[in-house]
């Protein structure tokens, strides 16, 4: 099994919303990846999770919110989204996070924020 | 800095002409180098990955890759294109950083197949 999922699969929310968005695989896998992907736009890491300690942050607003509450299981947090946060966000894991493995993806949450 | 380049947003050809996507790496180590397929409102999905076992790398829908060190390049191809084949692909090169590894993608390439 190489399935990584992500519910929603669609969000819509208001700039003073709090949502949350949900990744979970069962691969054993023990690191976990947030990006985000604009529309023609390759994907752009967010968040490295390893052994359920964030390892890399890139300089993402504060307005996401990682949590790893365990080794299968990768939330993002979203509170006072502005609009151009609308994009599609994507999870993806790997057995513990080195230069030559999978990374496994998710197919994505497409959020829109009004 | 390791970052890769792929040369033409837009690749159209017939369905059954050779399938060739071009991918430029920047490197100072020995690069790790992925090929990764992403259907309309999908996921990523991995087409192949070459790790330095072998130049030539095989993967998944008969696509292949081959790591040329002189060219600095990783392009991907296919012999014969399917209708099925229509996608955005991205090139991509692990970076180390703060101990953990991340995905650098290229801007991708959209391939477009006519009948």
């Known amino acids: 099994d190489t399935e990584v999922t992500q519910t929603p699969k669609h969000l819509v929310m208001g700039m003073t919303n709090k949502k949350s968005l949900k990744c979970e695989q069962h691969m054993g896998h023990r690191a976990m990846y947030w990006y985000k992907q604009k529309a023609k736009k390759p994907p752009e890491l967010m968040f490295v999770y390893s052994y359920e300690k964030l390892s890399i942050n890139e300089s993402v607003p504060s307005r996401f919110s990682p949590e790893c509450p365990n080794s299968s299981l990768l939330n993002l947090h979203l509170h006072a989204l502005q609009p151009e946060d609308s994009a599609l966000y994507l999870c993806a894991s790997s057995q513990e996070g080195g230069r030559i493995e999978t990374q496994y993806f998710g197919p994505g949450t497409r959020l829109l924020v009004l | 800095a390791q970052s890769v380049t792929q040369l033409g947003s837009h690749v159209s050809v017939s369905e059954g002409a050779l399938v060739l996507l071009r991918c430029n790496y920047s490197?100072?180590?020995?690069?790790?180098l992925f090929w990764y397929v992403q259907y309309p409102n999908q996921g990523l999905q991995l087409l192949l990955k070459y790790t330095s076992a072998a130049t030539l790398v095989k993967g998944i829908n008969g696509f292949e890759a081959e790591f040329k060190k002189s060219e600095t390049s990783f392009h991907l191809t296919k012999p014969s294109a399917h209708m099925s084949d229509a996608a955005e692909y991205f090139c991509?090169?692990?970076?180390?950083?703060?101990?953990?590894?991340?995905?650098?993608f290229g801007k991708g390439t959209k391939l477009t197949v006519n009948p």
């Open positions: 490197s100072s180590v020995p690069p790790y």
């Open positions: 991509a090169v692990t970076l180390t950083q703060g101990g953990s590894e991340k995905l650098v």
